[in-house]
């Protein structure tokens, strides 16, 4: 169940419009549950960011995954 879920993941590849310019199912799915979220940082999904959702990451960047996580637990324990 997505309201079980403590970081939801929102990741797509860069290899077609589709994926640069999509908005998928998957943010209505976790903000409706409230679960914080990662997207990857395409034009599509800023609206995590923008929203206040959650942060938008380049998922190939280990460190700057990490970094995102730790926020986002951060965030949580307030």
């Not at 943010?27 to 409230?34: L, V």
């Not at 999904?45 to 926020?71: I, N, R, T, W």
Request: net charge negative; with cysteine; proline share 4%.
């Amino acid at each position: 169940m997505t309201s079980h879920a403590y970081i939801g993941a929102v990741t797509y590849t860069r290899t077609s419009f589709n994926h640069l310019f999509c908005a998928p199912n998957k943010i209505w799915e976790y903000s409706g549950a409230a679960v914080p979220m990662i997207s990857d940082d395409l034009p599509g999904l800023q609206v995590v960011a923008a929203g206040g959702a959650g942060v938008c990451v380049d998922f190939q960047d280990s460190k700057a995954l990490m970094s995102s996580l730790l926020h986002i637990d951060v965030q949580l324990e307030r």
